[in-house]
């Protein structure tokens, strides 16, 4: 059932990121987290009373800290949206699943303790070669994916995706250490919302909020879907999580995002008439690839790991 939670936050997602595509026109991306925190708040605060859960919690720090993460992350791919073709912007955000497996792997190799055999060489953890081989399969997909947007001078743009690809990954490791504490996905989104809105007003005072007679209602609107699809895929994103009991789980569940960037190709290709040339498809593959090749890696060798044998 993780799988297909995920796979329904990728749709939404993407969905999501065609509304912030079109609404870039009219704001910056500091309103538009601001707006997508504020209608995110109202939204989930209707439905946290409608399930009788309450908005109090006993953790506030960890949600700062996945509020704080969370916050850059999307406003780093908010940006990318609104300067790069939607499927490489929504592809570099995906690379998140990349850190997330190299994050785990670095964790596993930093808990175990080596001990020298009977030869006197310490052995090292099986399989963790071509893991690495995998992770920089992905950044080649990166380069492949950035080649076209390097060439129109959108260097910065992409360097901004990739950026929200990684700190994404922490945001996500964060939902899964709030899940098994027990906070319920509703109280979750609802407090990264609120930081959202927090963050992005605070950062839209400091600048200046797009004057009025520069948008219609009819601009506006736009910002609606934003905030409610937002909290939608927030929701099935932190419940695919949240049903993740295990490392390799995680990695699964990281893994199905890839499936956002097949909606994200479909919706540039046909609703923006971006053109993909063979470089930013071969790059896709590759990223995918690596992703699914870092997940059977992963689950192979952790079993095997000597700090598991402790």
Not at 119 to 124: A, C, F, H, Q, Y
Not at 169 to 184: D, K
Not at 261 to 275: E, P
Request: hydrophobic fraction near 55%.
């Amino acid at each position: 059932m993780q799988a297909l939670w995920m796979v329904l936050a990728a749709l939404i997602f993407a969905t999501m990121g065609v509304c912030v595509k079109i609404a870039s026109d009219w704001f910056t991306s500091a309103e538009l987290v601001f707006y997508r925190g504020l209608i995110g708040m109202l939204f989930l605060w209707v439905l946290a009373r409608q399930r009788g859960i309450t908005l109090s919690t006993a953790y506030p720090g960890m949600h700062a800290w996945r509020s704080l993460v969370g916050v850059f992350s999307m406003g780093a791919w908010f940006y990318a949206i609104a300067h790069l073709p939607l499927a490489t912007a929504m592809t570099l955000n995906y690379m998140s699943s990349v850190w997330i497996a190299a994050f785990l792997v670095g964790g596993a190799l930093l808990a175990w303790v080596p001990v020298p055999g009977r030869d006197g060489r310490v052995p090292r953890p099986p399989l963790q070669g071509p893991l690495v081989l995998t992770v920089l399969a992905g950044f080649g997909g990166v380069v492949l994916m950035l080649k076209p947007s390097m060439g129109e001078s959108q260097g910065f743009p992409g360097l901004v995706g990739l950026m929200s690809g990684l700190t994404a990954a922490f945001a996500y490791m964060q939902v899964v250490a709030l899940s098994r504490v027990g906070e319920p996905e509703s109280r979750t989104v609802f407090y990264f919302a609120l930081g959202s809105a927090a963050a992005g007003g605070l950062v839209t005072l400091l600048g200046s909020f797009t004057p009025w007679e520069r948008w219609t209602w009819a601009h506006a609107m736009w910002l609606l879907p934003v905030g409610v699809l937002a909290a939608l895929g927030q929701l099935c994103m932190t419940r695919a999580y949240a049903s993740a009991k295990s490392q390799s789980g995680t990695l699964v569940v990281a893994n199905l995002q890839y499936s956002g960037i097949v909606f994200a190709a479909v919706y540039s290709v046909v609703l923006f008439g971006d053109r993909i040339d063979a470089a930013g498809w071969a790059g896709m593959v590759l990223i995918v690839a690596s992703g699914i090749a870092a997940t059977v890696l992963r689950q192979r060798s952790l079993p095997k790991a000597p700090a598991e044998e402790h």
